[in-house]
């Protein structure tokens, strides 16, 4: 079935680094605006940084600098790397794809960062 597959969350040291990879199945991914999300406990899901089908992207003031998106559309795969990690990054991660006819969302990877 249609499904979105996050991958790579963990614990991690402040100042650390970590790569999310989302894998796409069953859709067209090529034309799906990709987002990465964020909810941490007790608060609401934020967009953390977008990538548009044609490549534009847009990041949350908090993350511009150290987390960069990318896209692979030969493999469906949208990736984000989070460099210089802060505790107050710690949330749940969320893949979403987008487009004009449905949004779809992964089921989400937890990122904790912590000494």
């Known amino acids: 079935q249609v499904q979105l597959v996050e991958s790579g969350g963990g614990l991690v040291q402040p100042g650390g680094s970590l790569r999310l990879s989302c894998a796409a199945s069953r859709i067209v991914f090529s034309i799906y605006d990709m987002n990465w999300y964020r909810q941490a406990p007790g608060k609401e899901r934020e967009l953390v940084v977008g990538?548009?089908?044609?490549?534009?992207?847009n990041y949350a003031d908090s993350v511009k600098g150290r987390f960069t998106i990318s896209r692979d559309n030969a493999k469906s795969t949208v990736y984000l790397q989070m460099t210089s990690l802060k505790p107050e990054d710690t949330a749940v991660y969320y893949c979403?794809?987008?487009?004009?006819?449905?949004?779809?969302w992964g089921q989400g990877t937890q990122v904790t960062v912590s000494l």
């Open positions: 990538i548009t089908s044609s490549g534009s992207t």
């Open positions: 979403n794809a987008k487009s004009i006819y449905r949004g779809l």
